[in-house]
């Protein structure tokens, strides 16, 4: 190789990108052509400057939960553009249409074990509120609540701690949901209590969004193998805003 | 429904500064920018069966890149495209820093400015592939070209990149003297 092939090379040969054969032709001219060598030094320096020094540009806060919203609502089925359209023969289509879409959403995505999952997780929830049960290990410190539940149950649930995004940690107690016992873990925003129960999806995953039903709002979703479901007095919002806090931790 | 999407939101929200800095840099506009990730987001999720696996963050690069390049043809016209900020150009650099620290700070500046003179073509490639840490191989997917192309484009931009910094601090230097 001569020195203009070379220099055609050797963006490539400093970032490691060439092919053996050439990374070699390469290597060979450069000890004995100190032009290029300096030109090498050159195109590597300027490279790990440009690294150094690049301003970077993290996404400002706000913009992931803007799309998390976005991203909701595109995976929601959407039925509103039928409302666009004021004539009869529309609205008769869309009657239509919706009583069928209800048929098939109330069956396929309300099967009667979430019915009676979410019926259990319920009546759970409100009497940990009323019978001064609401946790068995009352502590706000993750070192506790944790090691708690070893030997309770046979899996170790993940306890994340939320307090920057404002929701305490109340404790932990054991709680019955299917015939099985699972964790509760709590966690306080204000006034407001949230019961999160964690059990292993042995026997089926759920997965639901957010809704509500007897004055209480509830999610659910399956990650690494547990199935997650948490439910509260609060708003449907601000429950997802849990749900995305405790998904974002656990992730971590 | 729900499964598919958090899916998605784990796989591609850790993306999300990448994704942020890249558009950021391609249009030069904080707003402009983020608007531009949330729709390649949209487009991401919607286009989510296409993705195969192998590199999520490659992928999710392309659509941002495309978003951009979508947005800068139909904001051509409008005003709304600020190329770049004046108070950069205008900062004042306190005294008290010791010096090192005003001679990388200086640096720093002179790398911006000349990041911005660059045309969009060299500026996201030298993003790309300094930044974001993309191979040749996953360049070439991202922007559509050939190896060889990519090879050669990523050498010419780093010419033209240390050109213009080098102007811009021999200018910087003038106006001081």
Known sequence: MNCDEVRRFLDAYVDGELDLTHQLDVETHLTGCPDCQEAADQIANFSSLVRMDMEVYDAPRGLKSKIRTSLRKESEPKFAWFFEYSRPLAYAAAVLVLSFALAWAWVTLSPSKDQDLVAEAISNHSRSLMVSHLVDCRSSDLQTVRPWFNGKLDYSPPVVELNQAGYTLVGGRVDILENRPVAAIVYQRGKQIINLFVWPATRRKIDMDVRSERGYQFCGWNQAGLNYLCISEMSGDDLEKFEDQVREHLSL | ?177
């Open chain 2, 1 to 177: 429904m729900g499964e598919e999407r958090r899916r998605f939101e784990e796989i591609f929200l850790p993306f999300l500064d990448a994704a942020y800095n890249l558009a950021r840099w391609i249009v030069q506009h904080d707003q402009d920018a983020q608007d531009i990730v949330q729709e390649a987001y949209m487009r991401a999720f919607k286009g989510y069966h296409g993705f195969r696996g192998g590199n999520g963050r490659a992928w999710l690069l392309t659509i941002v890149r495309n978003t951009a390049y979508t947005w800068i043809n139909r904001h051509a016209a409008d005003e709304k495209l600020v190329p770049y900020e004046e108070e950069k150009h205008a900062a004042i650099i306190s005294f008290n820093q010791p010096g090192s620290e005003i001679v990388i700070e200086k640096r720093k500046e002179y790398l911006q400015s000349a990041l911005e003179r660059l045309s969009t073509e060299f500026r996201e490639i030298i993003i790309l592939y300094e930044l974001e840490g993309l191979s040749y191989k996953e360049l070439a997917l991202t922007l559509g070209l050939p190896v060889g192309t990519v090879m050669s484009r990523l050498s010419r931009a780093r010419r033209r990149l240390q050109q213009e910094f080098a102007q811009v601090r021999n200018s910087e230097a003038a106006n001081e003297l």
